[in-house]
């Protein structure tokens, strides 16, 4: 069974830095690419960046380009989003999505339950 | 950017009755040389995930039920939930896959009259 389960979200001031990860297990990790996708409160969904399964190319939306970096350590089946300078639009549900194959055009198949980051002062 | 468009914002509909969404492409999502649309079906119940209905324009996941069919090609596409059930209550997003960004579309507020 696919598991996939973020940690780290929280309450950080604008300006400030937050690591998400993505805990994943059932499946061949590194043989499929990993994405984050957010939701701001009230409002729909926006992918954030992917990354494919070898680490070795790696995609973001503009509204998070030079900001945000996403990684993944294989060995240890978890997906990372490392988010620097974040602003009061950054606040959203990220969700951990893995793509249904290893490229830059595939769907999302299975979804964690999401962690919750406040940009706040 | 492919921008998705979705119709309408929000639908009520009798239980028992027909359901249509409605989904846009700003450019065409049809790769020409294997013939199939890259636009995915999600659905998002309340405090739970989004869950894949329909990728490929129309391939139903396995375990969705058959009341839900995706159609169209290239720039139109229509989610169809046929016979509508009280667990159906969610809000409904298109995605194309075509190339990053990967875009969504505006979501579709369904709920039964």
């Known amino acids: 069974e696919v598991q996939l389960e973020e940690s780290g979200g929280g309450l950080v001031q604008p300006g400030g830095s937050l690591r998400l990860s993505c805990a994943a297990s059932?499946?061949?990790?590194?043989?499929?690419?990993m994405n984050w996708v957010r939701q701001a409160p009230g409002k729909g969904l926006e992918w954030v960046s992917g990354?494919?399964?070898?680490?070795?190319?790696?995609y973001y939306a503009d509204s998070v380009k030079g900001r945000f970096t996403i990684s993944r350590d294989n060995s240890k089946n978890t997906l990372y989003l490392q988010m620097n300078n974040l602003r009061a639009d950054d606040t959203a549900l990220y969700y951990c999505?893995?793509?249904?194959?290893?490229?830059?055009?595939?769907?999302?198949?299975?979804w964690g339950q999401g962690t919750l980051v406040t940009v706040s002062s | 950017d492919i921008v998705m468009t979705q119709s309408p914002d929000s639908l009520a509909v009798s239980l028992g009755e027909r359901a249509t969404i409605n989904c846009k492409s700003s450019r065409s999502v049809l790769y020409s040389s294997n013939n199939k649309n890259y636009l995915a079906w999600y659905q998002v119940k309340p405090g739970q995930p989004p869950k894949l209905l329909i990728s490929w324009a129309s391939t139903r996941e396995s375990g969705v039920p058959d009341r839900f069919t995706g159609s169209g090609s290239g720039t139109d596409f229509t989610l169809t939930i046929s016979c509508l059930q009280a667990e159906d209550v969610a809000v409904y997003y298109c995605q194309q896959y075509w190339g990053t960004p990967y875009t969504f579309g505006q979501g579709t507020k369904l709920e039964i009259k």
């Open positions: 990354v494919r399964g070898g680490g070795d190319s790696s």
């Open positions: 059932g499946f061949t990790f590194n043989t499929y690419a």
């Open positions: 999505a893995k793509s249904a194959r290893d490229g830059n055009n595939d769907y999302f198949d299975y």
